[in-house]
């Protein structure tokens, strides 16, 4: 990891009698596109106030550049924030939005106009510097605000579900543009979202909070395939879930459920020992189904029934029931020899053993 930009220790913050973040430890790396990534309530927003100086924590410290913050106000930072409402001022232009930062500053006029220039060329606005924000549509007033903190040159940009009012096109539009504007400036981006698939798609790596807490921080591919707690793993999307306990078999490792499914396990040194009750997480994408008279070229082959199938576009969802009690979400490719499977019909499924993962308790 680069030097840190950001570092949060034993930070805690309550509100009444409520913890909203509870003795929070997190490096952040200088130039790194960070999220924080959980339900409503869950404390990110909370956390990156904190480090924007918006809020004070109750104890712990909160350090930028090695330095501690936490009773340095929000403007002496050099923390920017672009907010989910985005507060531009509706009787300046453009350029005036992106100025007025720097005027505060005492910046000379010719630097203003310089920076000004070049950060509307950075976010892909130019021209459009003698405008008024209700002239511009909704992704160009997003880029606007997001120019508005970039201008000031930040050590760190805080972003808190900035795209969160954007229709869908637009919101993975500003996705691109956010990912590439973060990388041609090289600062510290913090993002707050509850949306999984945005978080996997911008990040270097996301914090997974519940409760005021971390339970995961990992890169996108870690937190999406190999969750360590049942709620990430219900959270990223893991809807199999199987319980059972441990057993061993010729030096391999496997998961007995209570209906009597003898399931492979991945044999990862990170992998719980105990033979105490276990869960195991499945996505429904790394499971195949295959009709009665192909065999699954996997580890973990069943039969069971199709109970329902529905068609989402690019790709179709079945349920499917393994020996009369458990029940399987499995997602296909909608083009694939799957789509002929109907529902009550007779099927195979399988999956890798590595494909699923071994949780931790919460």
């Known amino acids: 990891m680069n030097t840190p930009s950001v570092e949060l220790r034993d930070v805690t913050k309550h509100f009444a009698t409520a913890i909203a973040v509870n003795r929070v430890n997190l490096t952040i790396a200088r130039g790194e596109f960070f999220s924080f990534l959980g339900p409503s309530g869950c404390g990110k927003t909370t956390t990156l106030r904190m480090i924007g100086g918006l809020e004070t924590p109750d104890s712990g410290d909160i350090l930028i550049n090695g330095e501690r913050v936490n009773e340095i106000p929000p403007y002496e930072r050099n923390v920017s924030t672009v907010f989910q409402r985005l507060a531009l001022f509706p009787h300046l232009t453009i350029t005036e939005n992106l100025a007025f930062g720097l005027k505060i500053q005492?910046?000379?006029?010719?630097?203003?106009?310089?920076?000004?220039?070049?950060?509307?060329?950075?976010?892909?606005?130019?021209?459009?510097?003698?405008?008024?924000?209700?002239?511009?549509?909704?992704?160009?007033?997003?880029?606007?605000?997001?120019?508005?903190?970039?201008?000031?040159?930040?050590?760190?940009?805080?972003?808190?579900?900035?795209?969160?009012?954007?229709?869908?096109?637009?919101?993975?539009?500003?996705?691109?543009?956010?990912?590439?504007?973060?990388?041609?400036?090289?600062?510290?981006?913090?993002?707050?979202?509850?949306?999984?698939k945005e978080a996997i798609s911008m990040s270097d790596r996301i914090a997974i909070m519940k409760e005021g807490k971390i339970v995961q921080v990992g890169s996108p591919r870690e937190i999406f395939e190999r969750p360590r707690t049942a709620f990430v793993a219900d959270f990223m999307g893991a809807s199999n879930l199987f319980s059972g306990q441990l057993i061993e078999r010729n030096g391999k490792r496997y998961l007995k459920t209570q209906s009597g499914l003898v399931i492979q396990v991945p044999n990862s040194d990170e992998s719980p020992h105990s033979q105490d009750q276990q869960l195991l997480a499945l996505r429904p994408e790394a499971i195949g189904i295959f009709r009665k008279d192909q065999n699954p070229p996997t580890e973990n082959s069943f039969a069971g029934r199709v109970l329902d199938r529905a068609y989402l576009g690019e790709m179709l969802e079945f349920e499917v029931l393994l020996n009369g009690t458990e029940r399987v979400r499995i997602h296909s490719h909608s083009r694939s020899p799957a789509d002929e499977i109907l529902v009550d019909e007779e099927v195979l499924i399988g999956w890798d053993a590595n494909s699923a993962s071994l949780l931790r308790e919460e």
Not at 127 to 151: E, H, N, T
Not at 168 to 183: D, G, P, T
């Open 106 to 196: 005492h910046q000379a006029y010719d630097v203003i106009q310089e920076k000004v220039a070049a950060t509307l060329e950075l976010v892909h606005l130019p021209g459009l510097q003698d405008r008024y924000p209700d002239q511009l549509s909704g992704g160009q007033q997003q880029r606007v605000a997001l120019a508005r903190s970039l201008v000031l040159e930040p050590e760190v940009l805080l972003l808190d579900e900035p795209l969160s009012a954007l229709d869908r096109k637009l919101r993975k539009e500003m996705q691109v543009e956010l990912r590439r504007i973060q990388r041609e400036v090289s600062i510290t981006f913090i993002y707050v979202t509850h949306d999984q």
